[in-house]
């Protein structure tokens, strides 16, 4: 466990020990993958699991492309649309990545990038500040996941070596590992969730509706593990099936969200306000998880599943 003002050094920590070396989704042991994140955001700072987690991702990005990454540097992937684009004939990114997190931490990010042709490029960037690279975390307003360090980049004729260039034009977006990806994020929300769960159970005590409210985390806590072993497996038995994956995750997020929605109303309505008040950690946790579920676009993805659902049904 790490404390709040310790981010870089805790992430350091779990590069170091090896703890980030996750099996690639689709490769056997997707499970595993999912298991090991949601023990890192149930034990953890929560925004000590969202920064590993992107780390995670890029490597597997990486993995799919037949890249390698560059030894010992922790990775981001800032992917939110923004204006910065990529120049080939000078090799270099000019415009603005909002909602860019590791800001400081990270030594280099996957970013996507508007390339000449109007498509989407990815590219492996280095991104310590310097004259071509501005790093801007005073838009962050709230104090929740203020320990990730999001804010906006701004790039100037910032240099990016040829051989750094991720798969061709429209393929981060493309790929099935896309979708394998995105259940990553909703395994930490779980595990950020089940953290809730575990202090739910020192709280507990002898008052009726409390226990009943505390049996019920407990039961979502099983739950969503039992989600993402399931989801696991069966990436591991279509791991090339692209529309399989888009739904799987798009209802996998989903579901995770609405769990751990419920845990959190559950968690208030059974202890009020005290946890909130004399609790640091478990307030932070609190805002923490709740911010982070805000990731989840809502009736947007629920609005694709019935949307594709239509498509192949004929209607």
Same mark, same amino acid.
């Given at each position: 466990?790490?404390?709040?003002?310790?981010?870089?050094?805790?992430?350091?920590?779990?590069?170091?020990?090896?703890?980030?070396?996750?099996?690639?989704? !689709?490769?056997?042991?997707?499970?595993?993958?999912?298991?090991?994140?949601?023990?890192?955001?149930?034990?953890?700072?929560?925004?000590?699991a969202r920064?590993?987690?992107?780390?995670?991702?890029?490597?597997?990005?990486?993995?799919?492309?037949?890249?390698?990454?560059?030894? !010992?540097?922790?990775?981001?992937? *800032?992917?939110?649309?923004?204006?910065?684009?990529?120049?080939?004939?000078?090799?270099?990114?000019?415009?603005?990545?909002?909602?860019?997190?590791?800001?400081?931490?990270?030594?280099?990010?996957?970013?996507?990038?508007?390339?000449?042709?109007?498509?989407q490029r990815?590219?492996?960037?280095?991104?310590?500040?310097?004259?071509?690279?501005?790093? $801007?975390?005073?838009?962050?307003?709230?104090?929740?996941?203020? $320990?990730?360090?999001?804010?906006?980049?701004?790039?100037?004729?910032?240099?990016?070596?040829?051989?750094?260039?991720?798969?061709?034009?429209? *393929?981060?977006?493309?790929?099935?590992?896309?979708?394998?990806?995105?259940?990553?994020?909703?395994?930490?929300?779980?595990?950020?969730?089940?953290?809730?769960?575990?202090?739910? /159970?020192?709280?507990? !005590?002898?008052?009726?509706?409390?226990?009943?409210?505390?049996?019920?985390?407990?039961?979502?806590?099983?739950?969503?593990?039992?989600?993402?072993?399931?989801?696991?497996?069966?990436?591991d038995a279509?791991?090339?099936?692209?529309?399989?994956?888009?739904?799987?995750?798009?209802?996998?997020?989903?579901?995770?969200?609405?769990?751990?929605?419920?845990?959190?109303?559950?968690?208030?309505?059974?202890?009020?306000?005290?946890?909130?008040?004399? /609790?640091?950690?478990?307030?932070?946790?609190?805002?923490?998880?709740?911010?982070?579920?805000?990731?989840?676009?809502?009736?947007?993805?629920?609005?694709?599943?019935?949307?594709?659902?239509?498509?192949?049904?004929?209607?």
């Amino acid at each position: 466990m790490t404390t709040d003002g310790s981010t870089s050094e805790a992430m350091h920590e779990l590069l170091v020990s090896g703890r980030l070396d996750l099996p690639h989704p !689709g490769g056997g042991a997707t499970s595993d993958r999912h298991r090991a994140l949601i023990e890192l955001a149930r034990t953890y700072p929560v925004g000590v699991a969202r920064l590993a987690e992107a780390h995670c991702d890029a490597m597997s990005i990486l993995a799919e492309a037949g890249c390698e990454p560059v030894g !010992g540097a922790l990775y981001g992937v *800032w992917a939110s649309a923004g204006s910065a684009a990529w120049d080939p004939a000078t090799s270099t990114i000019s415009g603005t990545k909002p909602f860019c997190s590791g800001l400081g931490i990270v030594e280099r990010a996957l970013v996507t990038v508007v390339d000449d042709t109007g498509g989407q490029r990815l590219l492996d960037v280095a991104v310590d500040p310097t004259d071509s690279l501005e790093l $801007d975390t005073a838009v962050w307003a709230t104090a929740a996941l203020s $320990d990730t360090a999001t804010g906006d980049v701004h790039f100037a004729g910032h240099p990016v070596a040829d051989h750094r260039i991720v798969g061709p034009s429209g *393929w981060y977006l493309d790929r099935v590992g896309f979708w394998h990806g995105a259940c990553g994020p909703a395994a930490c929300w779980a595990g950020a969730a089940i953290g809730l769960v575990d202090a739910a /159970e020192r709280f507990d !005590g002898s008052d009726p509706h409390r226990r009943a409210q505390t049996g019920a985390l407990e039961a979502s806590a099983w739950g969503l593990q039992a989600l993402f072993d399931s989801a696991g497996l069966q990436i591991d038995a279509s791991p090339r099936d692209r529309a399989a994956a888009e739904h799987r995750a798009r209802s996998l997020r989903h579901l995770s969200e609405r769990m751990c929605a419920d845990v959190l109303d559950r968690f208030g309505r059974a202890f009020g306000p005290r946890p909130f008040t004399t /609790e640091a950690t478990v307030a932070r946790r609190f805002a923490d998880t709740h911010l982070y579920l805000r990731q989840h676009h809502g009736e947007r993805e629920l609005g694709e599943i019935g949307s594709r659902r239509s498509e192949h049904s004929g209607e």
